[in-house]
């Protein structure tokens, strides 16, 4: 490995720490009622504020607190719309 590579590896690093920020927050807004997508929904709730979390979004090159403060946000905005929240749906299936 020459000096040349060492950009293109830790930009491919990059992205793969920001597509694990991209497929949490699909599964956290996912808006389906599906008990699969509840659970997604549930697991990164608990992720949120994680020392795992904070490592992943410094690595992606993002402000862990500012992407924690969007995702909540968001969330809960679609957790205002009409009908049950699908975390919701799924606590009532683990019961």
Known sequence: ???????????????????VLVQATRDLLAGTWHPDAALA???????????DFRIVCTHAGMNP???????????????GQ???????AYRKCRK
Do not use: I, K, T, Y
């Not at 000096?3 to 920001?18: H, I, K, Q, T």
């Not at 607190?65 to 957790?79: I, K, P, W, Y």
């Not at 009409?82 to 975390?87: A, C, I, M």
């Open 65 to 79: 607190d500012l992407v924690e403060q969007g995702m909540r946000a968001r969330d809960s905005e679609m957790a």
């Open 41 to 51: 929904r549930h697991n990164v709730w608990h992720w949120l504020g994680s020392r």
């Open 1 to 19: 490995m020459s000096d040349g590579d060492l950009p293109l590896e830790v930009e491919g690093c990059r992205r793969l720490f920001l597509a």
């Open 82 to 88: 009409p009908g049950p929240h699908p975390l919701l």
